[in-house]
């Protein structure tokens, strides 16, 4: 059987530029998975995705005219049913070989196999191979069926008459093995070697396809056409930096944008544009996003990193003479530069603060209140988190920037571009000559927004930022309103994760529990079981907490060694994780780890209340004497480096305690007849126990 690569175009209108990647990608790899499967394409055949405006293509190297045929082992019925008491087929084993078009002869083919506790009859049936028609039929059904549509459309074909539902009307289909066309249809269309190139610019049309292999070459020459979204994006990066390196500048890094501006164009040409400096008097945050959301232009900046008045513009032709596509996007972008220097002057002439009133209008949540009573919380719990740092200072700057953290939700840039929420309340702030530390605790109130985003640049902006999404939190788990399985509508889970953060790595020495506590107490609803509401959000950020470690690099065991104590200072668990990992290393971890488990296990079942105390006149044995000396030498060394604070240490200091631990286990029996040496006994086991467990739960650790 022969082989040979195959290629499959459906040619369409233009595709969603944001879902474009995604779906040339999931194309190629749905269709070649199927052709795999039908084992018409090997297991490590390689596979090229192409996604272009206007079309999804894929390239699979080495595909087979038909595959080969196989051998299936098929389950026919139990012995019992299939054969009679002298071994002879039975009606019913008749009839099932007669469906596979074979006789009673063939019952000396079959054999007897375990099939649970019985035995059943198996038939060995060869099993042709598909053609390549047929299969790639199945593919392509599958892959337009599964693909990741943002939004199906419905649309008629040429016969008035048919509807068909995909991403957008197909035009075009392209089926070609080696240069042979492969005589399949798809959403109306019947498959051809022809393809159209550049709306405007192809040199030939239609692209009549010589082979398979030759798709990308002759689309590029003759149809003026990239296909490959990679490359076409790798052509616009480089034509981005060269335009950007002569004007001794360089364009602004956008992932997004590149990619969006890759799905918009098929021939890319990188075009220089400018504007009037007077627009420079607005914030760059403003001018860049209307610029890359609007027009998708990617804005140049200087080597400060300051804006300038120049971007690049990616067009879609290559004229010989571009001064009028230039001309239009620069009087395009023009007017989007003076609507954002228009509300930039509006909202100056009023006063953040003079904004408070308007947030009593707009709703936060039904079950609490508008943002202006959102906004009185915020600051309560920013002056009781100050307070609780005893900074007097802060408390007081904090409060301001809390009240005026929201004021600029109402103001018309932010109407029109909410993505400057914080942003646009920093400039405000500036230009009403308030401290820095406060204009920017106003940006900074939303950080960290994301993983790895970074956290508020000052103590105020930690401050506001914490109050700020410890409201969010507290208050909807006051409400009852928890994420479900994959559903956060509020975003309660990075609320946590940023909350975490802050308090880890601010080191404020605030109880958790407190803090929760006392945030809970400022909701104007009655919360009738408030333990069990903190008990709630502590488990749910511990949850996050620790799936984050174990993110970092920290092990299961590890992390449950340290959050089972339920540290009240979050601070101080990336100390005790590390002083965990360095215990774990010792040689005499595991056999301590596992005598601390076996020393909770005992004591679990003892009824009441066993304090830690041993009194020395009660020892007999040798090795409990052993024991209590050493954990008189040892205990105090651990504990002191405890308090200060120094866990590693602590930790380390336990090895010592190995020898006499084992022997202990080895040598002494604790339940003891002797009423009065059995409790002493546990005495000194639960002594051990809090010596051991102070910094972490080492029974974790145990295998």
Known sequence: MSDKNLLVELFVEELPPKA?????????QLLADSLKAQGLAGQNAAVTDFASPRRLAV???????????????????????????????????????????????????????????????FLDVTQKGVALKDGLQIALNEAITKLPIP????????????????????????????????????????????????RFEALISPVVLKNADTYAEQLKNQGAVIASFNERRTEIERQLNTAAAKQNLKPIDDEALLDEVTALVERPNVLLGQFEEIYLEVPQECLILT???????????????????????????????????IGGNERVVRPRLADAKFFFDQDRKKTLESRLSSLDKVVYHNKLGSQGKRTNRVRAIARLIANALNDTALMAQADVAAMLAKTDLPTDMVGEFPELQGIMGRYYAQHEGLADNIAFAIEDHYKPRFAGDELPRSQVGIVVALADKLETLVGLFSIGEKPTGDKDPFGLRRQSLGIIRMLIESKFPLKFDDLILAVLKEFDAEVSDQAS??????????????????????????????????????????????????????AEAPALAAANKRVGNILKKVEGEVKAEVNPNLLQEPAEIALNEALSQVKPVADSAFENGDYTTSLKSLAALKAPVDAFFDNVMVNAEDV???????????????AMNRVADLSKLAS
């Open 291 to 325: 610029m890359k959301a609007n027009q998708k232009y990617f804005p140049l900046l200087d080597a400060d990193g300051k804006l300038t008045n120049k971007f690049l513009i990616v067009s879609n032709i290559n004229p010989a003479d571009a001064s009028d596509v």
């Open 59 to 121: 390239h699979v190297a080495e595909v087979l005219a038909e595959a080969a045929d196989k051998v299936i082992t098929q389950k026919l019925m139990p012995v019992s049913v299939g054969l009679d008491a002298s071994g002879n087929a039975t009606p019913a084993l008749i009839k099932r070989l007669n469906g596979f078009g074979l006789d009673e002869s063939a019952v000396a083919q079959l054999s007897k196999q375990a099939d649970g506790k019985n035995e059943a009859l």
């Open 151 to 198: 939004k199906v459309m419905t649309y008629q074909l040429a016969d008035g008459w048919t509807s068909v539902n995909f991403v957008r009307p197909v035009h075009g289909l392209v089926a070609l093995h080696g240069s042979d066309v492969i005589a399949i249809t798809a959403l109306g269309l019947s498959a051809s070697n022809q393809t159209q190139g550049h």
């Open 676 to 690: 009065a040496l059995k409790a002493n006994r546990l005495g000194l086991l639960a002594t051990l126990h809090q």
């Open 533 to 586: 509401v903190v008990s709630s959000i502590k488990e749910f950020c511990f949850d996050r907490l620790s799936v984050n470690l174990r993110e970092q690099g920290a092990s299961p065991q590890e992390v449950d060694a340290v959050l089972s104590l339920n540290p009240e200072l979050l601070s101080e668990i990336p100390l005790r994780l590390a002083a965990v990992r360095a215990f774990a290393s010792l």
């Open 20 to 28: 474009l990647k995604k779906l040339g990608e999931a194309f190629a």
